[in-house]
């Protein structure tokens, strides 16, 4: 009879203890217990100060559409204005010169450099241009649920290790003001697939495969390059209106919005 | 990685001024220069854009403010310019890629101060050497 009563008690406290633990929100991506676990060696790391390699053809740009995409919709409707606006040497949506974020994947080929901090479980991005921050996960989390999931310019970034090539899943992001390319809109269907490598320990090497449901039939794949630049920094930086009063380009009448 | 650094922002540079804009730049002219001979109102030395007004005396002698957009300090520095480099009160020549419409404002192309220096944003060792042509 003592012994059951033991069991029954030993028994009723594992499952208590198991039970909080099931509870227990996750850990943070710089939370010690989560940097400390055991994970194979992260195969390269990105930290320093990279900037987009404009002389990597087609480095800068994620457009035009490649041949194989039909966009659709909203974004056809979108794509034909700008074109549109282009030929009259108008600007079509300048919302990033508005002040909305660039957002992925714009926001990693701008002409300012990205500062990357990697550990274990994370890495953090800090671009020079508006100080646009990105996190991805490397800790092994999925994607968050999308009933609780904020939306955002840069999205949720899940990365995942396969081999020499950190692959890294993003979506969630905002679905207004953002454009994956001029006159092409991104939209809170889009889905973009990094597969990162470096080429040598200076240069790194991303390949983006872009779909958006909402948006085109097929896949939009570009290959692009960034450099380590050593000798930068990356440093505060808001898009300001009395900033923006003094920018011919963005108070231009030109502007198509 | 000095060297690496001004050759990319060299060809940059080079290449076009809505690459160097951190916004579409489809309203300014590409194709033309425009020099301003006018006296210094403002300068700003700020992120992302450092900017500058001139004002210039037009016809009948009715002085008109143009707005210039510069770029960014780090890239400034590397072309030979400091936050003292220009003030209000200096006489200028200034020369900038227009606006289409005609209104009084354009992106920098250089400067050239009282006492005869030209500055760009162009980096001062990419200066000396060929712009290499843009990769795309």
Redesign the interface.
């Known amino acids: 009879m003592r012994f059951a009563i033991v069991t029954f008690l030993v028994a009723g406290a594992v499952a208590t203890a198991g039970a909080q633990q099931a509870d227990a929100p996750p850990l943070g991506a710089l939370a010690p217990a989560n940097l400390n676990k055991s994970r194979p060696a992260a195969p390269f790391d990105v930290t320093g100060t990279w900037?987009n390699?404009?002389?990597?053809?087609?480095?800068?740009?994620f457009g035009p559409p490649p041949d194989n995409v039909k966009l659709k919709g909203e974004a056809l409707k979108h794509f034909e204005a700008a074109r549109q606006?282009?030929a009259e040497?108008?600007?079509?949506h300048?919302d990033?010169?508005q002040c909305w974020p660039?957002g992925l994947p714009m926001i990693m080929t701008?002409?300012?450099p990205i500062a990357m901090v990697q550990k274990p479980t994370v890495i953090y991005m800090v671009s020079?241009?508006?100080n646009s921050f990105r996190t991805i996960f490397l800790d092994g989390r999925p994607h968050s649920d999308p009933d609780v999931v904020v939306p955002s310019f840069n999205g949720e970034s899940i990365g995942r290790w396969e081999k020499d090539t950190l692959v890294v899943d993003t979506k969630y992001f905002v679905g207004h003001h953002h454009w994956i390319d001029?006159g092409v809109p991104a939209s809170t269907e889009t889905h973009i697939v990094e597969r990162i490598k470096m080429v040598n320990s200076?240069t790194m090497e991303i390949e983006y495969t872009i779909t958006d449901p909402k948006g085109w039939d097929g896949e939009m794949k570009f290959t692009k390059r960034w450099?380590?630049?050593?000798?930068?920094d990356i440093?505060?930086?808001s898009?300001l209106p009395d900033?923006n009063q003094?920018?011919?380009?963005?108070?231009?009448?030109?502007?198509v919005r | 990685m000095t060297s690496r650094f001004l050759s990319a922002l060299a060809i940059l540079l080079a290449a076009a001024v809505s690459v160097s804009a951190h916004h579409a730049a489809a309203g300014i002219d590409r194709t033309t220069t425009k020099e301003l001979k006018g006296t210094i109102k403002a300068f700003s030395w700020q992120n992302p854009h450092s900017w500058m007004e001139v004002e210039v005396v037009g016809e009948g002698g009715k002085v008109v403010t143009w707005t210039v957009e510069m770029t960014a300090p780090s890239y400034l520095v590397r072309a030979g310019w400091k936050a003292s480099t220009v003030k209000p009160g200096d006489e200028v020549r200034v020369t900038v890629r227009p606006l289409r419409n005609g209104d009084p404002g354009g992106l920098f192309v250089s400067v050239t101060l009282a006492d005869g220096r030209t500055l760009t944003e162009r980096p001062v060792l990419a200066q000396a050497a060929p712009a290499a042509p843009p990769a795309q």
């Open positions: 900037l390699d404009i002389r990597f053809k087609g480095s800068w740009r606006a282009q040497g108008k600007v079509y300048d990033i010169g660039a701008r002409v300012w020079g241009f508006m001029s200076a450099n380590r630049v050593d000798d930068q440093q505060e930086v898009c900033l003094h920018i011919p380009s963005t108070q231009s009448k030109d502007n």
